[in-house]
Each structure stands twice: as C-alpha cells, then as structure tokens.
C-alpha cells in the first residue's frame, strides 16, 4: 500500500457547553500521513493547538478498535465518515486526499445533547436497555450452559443483533432520530434466544415505551440507519421487532379484557 | 505484616469451606449497607450486578459515557473454563495447574485453585443471561484452543468475546438500576479513597462533565478499575485505562504487588509511525490457525509470497516442537524479539514477524469443507475459497480490523504482528477475601495481582474478572461487612471527607497554575518511551537503574513545564489525561524499582543477567519465591514487604514447552 502525506481544511463543530450554542471553526493541519487513523489526525491537531495557547476539541474516544461505541463524529454528512461498515476510530486518513477540506459535527438529535464540542449525552440507550434489554436471572441459579442447546442458525442471528456498539450512529443518520435500529438490535438478540422467552412481550413494550419517553422520533422506514451503522445491523431487525411489538401488543390488549 | 488470610484445609476443599464458614449479613441488613464499586468492566459491573441482586445499596462509577463501554468490552479471544465439554482431558486441577505454571510459579495456590472452580458456574451464568457464544450444529458451545495448554477449553464469540460477556454484565447492571439497587455514576473519576477510622469508607470523584468533586460515602468501597499498561503509552489498552485509582489507594496504604509484571503480547500490529496512539491485538486465538515464521536469510526483502517454503524459519514450532505455535505469550514474544534483534524481521520497519493463514485455511478448514460438501480432489483454490469461509466466521472482525489499519487484506497475504504491551499481572495486593492492605477495601479485575502469577495465559483474565465480580466478592465482602452492619452511614461532611476533598482540590488546582509549555501527550510519549526501552521485554541492572533516574527527571519537568489548557470546572479532557499522566510518572518509577529488586527471570519479567544458555528465563527459587508487595512510605520511598508462596500441591520446576 502506498503512503502519502496530505495537508487539510478542517470545520469543526465548536461548542462549550449544553447550555451555549456552537459554531463552526476552521482548521489546518498539514503533513497528514495517509497511515494514521481519523482520530490520530485529530490528536495531532489538538497538539498543535494547545502549543498554540488555544482550546483543543473535545471528542469521545475510548477503545479505537471499532468496539466500545464512543466514538461518534458526524464526517462530511455521514455519521463515522466515508467507510461502509467502520466506527470514526477506525477510519484511517487513506480515504482522503491532499487539499480535502473535512466537516466534522457532533450527533445530532434531540434525545443526544451536545455536552461539549463533538460530544453528546448518549445515555438515553442506558435508560432504554434498563427498561428491559436484559434476562431477569440472578447470579448463581444458572443450569449447566449445555443443557439448553441452540440452533446454531439462531445462536449466529443473535450474534449477529447482540453486536451492536450502542454508538447511535443509527439516530444520527436518521432524519427523524429514530432509535429503532439500536432498539431492535436488542430486542432480537434477546427475541431469538429461549433464554429470552420469558419475558418476550413486556420486553419489547417497555423498551419501546422508554424510547418514546426519551424524545426520539419514529421509524419511517428510510435505511439510512442501516447503511450507517458501523456493525452492519441488519433492518430486518425492524421487522422482528415490530413483529415482537405487534404480538405482544395484542397479547397485553387480551389481558386487560 | 501481610496476613494472606488463605484457609486452612485440603486445597480443593478451602474455598468450599470458606463459603460454608463465613460470616453473612441477613437480607435486612444488607438494605441498610452502602457499597461504592469503581469500575464497570467484567470485574466491576458483575460485582456491581452481584450486590445489587443481594439487595446491598450499591454505587457504581466508570469514567466513560456509559458503563458498556469498559476496556473488557475489546477483549476478542475467549474466556476458559473447566468444562471438559471437549473430553479431552480437562479438569479443574488441569486448569488451575495450568495456570499456575503459564504464571511461572510466582502465584498463590489457593487463589487459583477457586478461580479454576468457579469457572464453570461463569460459563453457565454467561449463558442464562444470553450470551450468544459460539456453538457446534448441534446446538451445544463450541471451543477453541488457547496458548500454553494441551487442551480445548475456550468458550467464544467470533473475535468478539469481550464484548458480549460485558454485555451480558451491563444488562444485569441496568436491571439493577432498573431496579433501585445500583445507582450508577458516568463519566465520574475517582480521585481519592476517604478513610475514617483506619477503613476506607468513601471516595472523592470528579464529575467529568462540569469538573467539580463530589463525596461519596460507602461501608466499603471495591476498585474493579483494570490495567495499567498504558504507563508504556503505546499499548492494547483503551486510550482512558490507567493506574489513578488503584495508585490514589496506593497512596492511603494499600501494597502495590508484583507491579514489574507486565505482559508482552506477541501477536499486535506493528508501529507505522511517531503519530500512533495506541497498538492493535490481533487475538492469540489466531495462532490456532496461524504460523509465525520469519525469512531464513537476514535481511531478506522478498515480498512474503515470495519467499518459498522452504526458505521460511517457522522458529516457534522449531524451538518448541510440543506446543509450536502455542506457547505462552511471554515465550513468543521473546522469541520474535530475539529474530528481529538478530536481522531477520520484515516489513519496511524489520521489527515484525508473519502470521501466516494460508496453510490452515488450505489443509485445516478448506479440505474439512471440500469433504463435508463431497468435493473430490478440489484444486487449491477451491480449498482456499471454501476454508476463506470459515476463517472469515471465526475472526472475520479480525481481519476487516486488519485490514482497515494496514490497508492489507490478510486473506491474501500474511499479517504482520509484533509484541505489544497488554495486560499488567501486578496491581494491588489483595488477600484471600480481595481485600487489600487497607480494610474495607477491595481490590478486583486486571487491577488485583491475584491469579496470573508472572505472566497470565490467555483467555484467563476474563475469567477471573467475572470470577472475582459474580462469585467471589459476593460471599467475602459479606464476611466483612457482617462486622459493620451497626455502623450508620457517615455524612459526607464529616471532617475526613472534607479534608480529603480539599486535597484533591489543591492537586488539581497545581496542575493548572503550572501553565508551562508542553503538552500532556508529549511527557506521556517519554515516559513511553523510557518503559519500553528498560523496562519491556528485556530488563537489566543498569537499564533499570537509569530508568529510575530518568524517570524522576521527567517527573520533576512535568510538575514545572506541562501546559494543561482550559479550566478546572468544566469539561476538561486534557485536565483529565495530566492527572492519569502524573500518577503514571510515579507508578513508573515503581515498576522499575521492582524489576531492578527481582533479579531472576520469571514469565513476562526478563532479566537479561538470568537466563538458560539457550536464551529461556531462567527463575531462582530459593531467593524470589514470593509477592513483593510494596508499601509506601513517602516521595520516592517504598518498603518491600515480602509473601513468602508456599507450593503445597503443584511441585515448581523448570517451564518447559519444548
Ligand atoms: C485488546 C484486548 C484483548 C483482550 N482479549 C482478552 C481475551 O480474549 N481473553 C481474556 O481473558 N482477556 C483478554 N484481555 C484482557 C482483559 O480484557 C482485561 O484484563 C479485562 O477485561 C479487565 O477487566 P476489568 O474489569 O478488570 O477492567 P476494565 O474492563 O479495564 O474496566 C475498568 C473500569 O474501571 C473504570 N475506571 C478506571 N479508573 C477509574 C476511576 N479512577 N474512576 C472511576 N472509574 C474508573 C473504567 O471506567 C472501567 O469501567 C484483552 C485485553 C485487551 C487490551
Ligand atoms: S445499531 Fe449500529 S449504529 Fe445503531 S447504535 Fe448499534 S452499532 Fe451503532
Ligand atoms: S473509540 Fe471505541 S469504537 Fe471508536
């Protein structure tokens, strides 16, 4: 692979607090090797800054392995930039070139507020999982894990859903800020596994309930969630869970009868 | 003097007896007992989960936006257990003698022995909260094979393992929440343990969103808060690992042990450059289905597929013909330390080795597939295409991972891998109960020393977070707070709080007014840099004894010349990373007083003066036979304490892999 080094324009979102408005800034960063990740070129430009006696950019960043879902820039009109299927951290410089200018903004959504420069408050996904993304099952009564086998085509379709980072990047591309993708993910996961039968309907309502709660909008069925999300989960998620809903639903209506 | 406090009894029997012995707190009681737990990786947020269920009143910290997002979450091999699900031999003595010689001797029987038997209930408790493992067609949990052991007992999802046990433990964590009994605090570091009365009974945090420093009060306060590898800057750990809590209790009494202890993984991404923040593992399960060789000749600089079989040096298996590609970390990095240092590495830099698929995925996986689909006589590049298949399920992450950071496609050509600083096997001592020196606090995760002795196998430390979190702490915190459940909880404006607080204040408020002209990053890189060079894969006298210096002279600079911009009550990122910075600058220091003390080989701590004439560590057990476990004393000052590891089942001999 080829290295190349490249100077760059970059407008970056600036912001104090929740509490102020933000604008954009302009920045130049020079000598960028084709080598470094999206956010070591940030790193290089907050060094620079700071020797400048000025105020470096606040972002979040945790693993840079593309794994605990903190990182969250929205990159020239796409959450985590320009590749398919990859988080902000592992995006690397190779997919830029010499005399780019680059925009950079926080999430954006109203259950998201920005708390400084590109960050956000991401914790409405916190609030969403405790109204029941989980199995209601206490340290230490657990049956041997070989007694309840599992179709090997569910377990991998659970993987699947259960690989979901919680970056949001699913919100931010969606004009409605729709959390559905995120929610669906844990739903399903949990939906296609027996451990997860038992409490299958109230799961599905109070996740819902809670996302509702939170100020995200609704599902209009666009994708742009899905062509963004840096674990590449699936839509058909949507469609399981609103299977789940529809069902669980009609289940609870039967009840209150 | 350190009272280890292991039980008396028949070492199989001790932890059975200890549960069936210690002392408890009825479920009244327990509402009425405040826990803080700092930390929501595997240790942490099990534990957090665990006393939540029990019905103590538990506080929670992590520094992230969210609990899930812990450094466990990028673990990707897979976590052991005893199951023998493979019936190939596995047992609870096989995994605890394992473990105990992949340590190199230098850990505590009775420790390890409960890890080994609590690994199975890990497994099971994973899979009843729907971890999504990996399974066979038939339905039941596949395995795969790990470093240092004859046997198959690493349970797995894809190259993703850390993150759905961590999963699994955060959603129990937020069901606890949920709940009422688990009162979480993001983005909140801890900044100081609070002690009255000679116990430790709160902490001091700074609220990162608007800088300012919040009391809390706990009966008993529990560190979970991982590694501190980053002390080298470049390492596999998450930008944000450090050493602060587990070094701020450090300083309020608690030993640091074995902190020397530092393991090399052999299988990382190489260096690319002076702009690189942190290196890469590729999973030590790839050696499973991977061959590391180098070149034959020195110097070569044919691309890989070049170069012809028999002109490659697979030095591992050469060496090591018994366990080949699969020896213990600390045994592989050296040896691919030991053929770049000699001229043969590759790549553009020369300081990396190939991790070469090809033959598995042509011999293992592609001729298995041609048979199970009845392909007669397949050409090569059927098998390839068909063993492509099953590599891409069971490290398909791996590889895009690769992939995006090199621009390499390993499917086609070898990685290229280096050893990189992983994983810290010291941290603060704990006894038995994993309580540390200073009671009422307990120390648990990678932060501990407890189980991996001088180098931890891998797969192993997963397990021994969620051991210590889901199955450990639960009954032993109980044994210490059966003793405290008169104690109303103390007001947080209570003299020792306020003091402490003021402290933490005034060290804050220091750093800021140095204003001098170099930034964080830049004291982290030296340090770095220092550690690397003397206190990595290969240590000696003089080395060390330089780094000590250096190290104090960079301590004295940065407390003079490091620019912190912005303010102290509002977002401050920097702020936060010069305060991990400082403590690193200290613990440093440490590390190589603890290597310069130790003067033997033993696992992942290579002293160049003790070695086999073939170039294997070379231990002395008459004269280092224990934990040094170091106590504070003052600026620059430690007194070593000594735990003398006392082998009553497993008979210490001389490591051998060949
Ligand atoms: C890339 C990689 C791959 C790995 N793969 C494997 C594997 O396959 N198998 C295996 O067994 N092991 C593996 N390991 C090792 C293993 O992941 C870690 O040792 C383990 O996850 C540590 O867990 P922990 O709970 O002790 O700490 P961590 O997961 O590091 O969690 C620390 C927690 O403490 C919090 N914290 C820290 N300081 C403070 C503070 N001052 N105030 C408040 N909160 C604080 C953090 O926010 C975080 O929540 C891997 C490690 C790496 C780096
Ligand atoms: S569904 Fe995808 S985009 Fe949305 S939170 Fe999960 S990983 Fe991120
Ligand atoms: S920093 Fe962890 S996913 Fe990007």
């Known amino acids: 692979m080829e290295h190349y080094n490249m100077n760059l324009t970059l407008k970056v979102w600036k912001q104090k607090n929740a509490e102020t408005g933000g604008k954009f800034e302009t920045y130049k960063v020079s000598n960028i090797s084709s080598e470094m990740s999206f956010l070591e070129m940030f790193d290089v430009l907050n060094e620079q800054l700071i020797r400048e006696g000025k105020e470096p950019i606040a972002f979040d960043h945790d693993c840079r392995e593309g794994i605990c879902g903190m990182c969250s820039m929205y990159i020239n009109g796409r959450p985590h930039g320009p590749w398919h299927g990859t988080t902000t951290c592992q995006l690397h410089m190779r997919a830029f070139k010499d005399g780019d200018t680059i925009v950079v903004e926080p999430w954006r959504a109203n259950a998201f507020p920005v708390v400084k420069d590109l960050i956000v408050d991401r914790s409405a996904f916190d609030r969403i999982i405790q109204a029941g993304g989980y199995v209601s099952v206490n340290t230490g009564n657990a049956q041997d894990g070989n007694s309840i086998p599992i179709p090997k085509e569910n377990a991998d379709k659970a993987f699947a859903a259960a690989a979901c980072i919680g970056c949001g990047a699913c919100v931010a591309a969606c004009k409605n800020s729709s959390a559905l993708l995120f929610l669906s993910a844990k739903v399903s996961h949990l939906a296609l596994l027996p451990q997860g039968e038992a409490e299958r309907k109230e799961r599905a309502l109070n996740m819902i309930a809670q996302m509702d709660k939170e100020g995200f909008g609704s599902c209009t069925n666009t994708g742009a969630c899905e062509a963004v999300c840096p674990k590449e989960i699936e839509i058909t998620n949507i469609a399981r869970l609103n299977r789940e809903y529809v069902a669980a639903g009609w289940a609870s209506d039967t009840k209150k009868h | ?658």
């Open chain 2, 1 to 658: 003097m350190l009272d280890s406090k292991i039980p008396a009894g028949k070492l199989e029997d001790k932890w059975t007896d200890y549960k069936g012995h210690c002392k408890l707190v009825n479920p009244a009681n327990k509402r009425k007992l405040e826990v803080i737990v700092i930390g929501t990786g595997l240790a942490g947020a099990s534990a957090a989960a665990a006393l939540g269920e029990q019905g103590y009143q538990v506080k929670a910290f992590c520094f992230q936006d969210s609990p899930r997002r812990a450094h466990s979450i990028a673990a990707q091999g897979g976590i052991n257990a005893a199951k023998n699900y493979q019936n190939d031999g596995d047992s609870v003595f096989r995994l605890f003698y394992d473990t105990i010689k992949g340590g190199d001797y230098r850990a505590r029987e009775a420790n390890v022995h409960r890890l080994a038997e609590v690994s199975v209930n890990i497994i099971d408790q994973c899979v009843a909260q729907g971890v999504p493992f990996a399974r066979e067609y038939g339905g039941l949990l596949n395995n795969r094979s790990f470093g240092g052991v004859q046997v198959k007992r690493t349970f797995y999802a894809a190259g993703q393992t850390g993150q759905q046990l961590l999963i699994g433990a955060y959603q129990a964590l937020e069901r606890q929440v949920a709940l009422g009994n688990v009162k979480m605090y993001n983005r909140h570091e801890m900044q100081d343990v609070v002690m009255i009365d000679g116990k430790a009974r709160g902490i001091i945090a700074r609220n990162l969103i608007n800088g300012q420093l919040e009391r809390f009060f706990g009966h008993a306060v529990i560190l979970a808060s991982g590694g501190y590898g980053n002390v080298f800057y470049l390492s596999t750990n998450a930008m944000g690992s450090n050493v602060t809590a587990a070094w701020r209790a450090h300083k309020k009494g608690a030993h640091f042990a074995n902190p020397c202890f530092t393991q090399i993984h052999p299988t990382c991404i190489p260096v690319s450059g002076d702009h690189q923040s942190k290196l890469t593992l590729m999973s030590e399960s790839l050696r499973n289905d991977g061959r590391i060789w180098v070149p034959k000749k020195q110097n070569d600089s044919r691309k890989a597929n070049e170069i012809p079989e028999e002109e490659r040096d697979y030095y591992l298996e050469r060496r090591y013909p018994a366990f080949g590609n699969l020896v213990p970390r600390d045994v592989a990095s050296r040896a691919a330390k030991e053929r770049c240092d000699a001229g043969y590495g590759v790549g553009t830099t020369k300081q990396a080795v190939y991790l070469d698929f090809k033959y598995n995925l042509i011999n293992k996986y592609g001729k298995a597939e041609a048979n199970k689909h009845g392909i007669q006589n397949p050409d090569t590049e059927t098998l390839i295409r068909l063993g492509k298949e099953v590599v891409k399920e069971e490290y398909g992450n791996l590889f895009d991972m690769y992939e995006k950071i090199t621009g390499e496609n390993p499917y086609e050509v070898p990685m290229r891998i280096y050893p990189a600083v992983h994983y810290t096997m010291g941290g603060l001592w704990v006894d038995y109960d994993l309580m540390t020196s200073v009671k009422g606090l307990f120390c648990l995760g990678e932060a501990n020393f407890s189980d991996h002795g001088a180098n931890r196998l891998g797969a192993s430390a997963l397990m021994q977070g969620l051991a210590d979190g889901y199955f450990v702490i639960p009954y032993t915190l109980g044994n210490y707070l059966a003793d405290e459940i008169s104690v109303k909880p103390i007001p947080t404006t209570d003299r020792a709080f306020v003091e402490t607080e003021a402290k933490v204040n005034e060290r804050i408020n220091r750093l800021m007014s140095i204003q001098g002209t170099q930034t964080v990053e830049s004291f982290h890189k030296r340090l770095g840099k220092i550690m690397w060079d003397k206190c990595g894969m290969a240590r000696n006298e003089q080395g060390l004894k330089e780094a000590i210096q250096e190290i104090r002279d960079l301590r004295a600079d940065f407390w003079k010349n490091v620019r912190i911009p912005g303010g102290i009550h509002e977002m401050n990122p920097e702020l936060d990373k010069a305060s991990r910075v400082a403590d690193f600058l200290e613990l440093g220091e440490l590390m190589c007083m603890d290597a310069l003390e130790r003067n033997e080989s033993c696992g992942g701590h290579f002293r160049e003066e003790s070695q086999t004439p073939d170039g294997e560590a070379l231990r002395h057990d008459d004269q280092y036979m224990y934990v040094s476990a170091w106590k504070l004393n003052g600026e620059h000052s430690w007194e070593l304490e000594k735990e003398p590891l006392n082998y009553e089942v497993i008979k210490p001999t001389q490591r051998n892999y060949k």
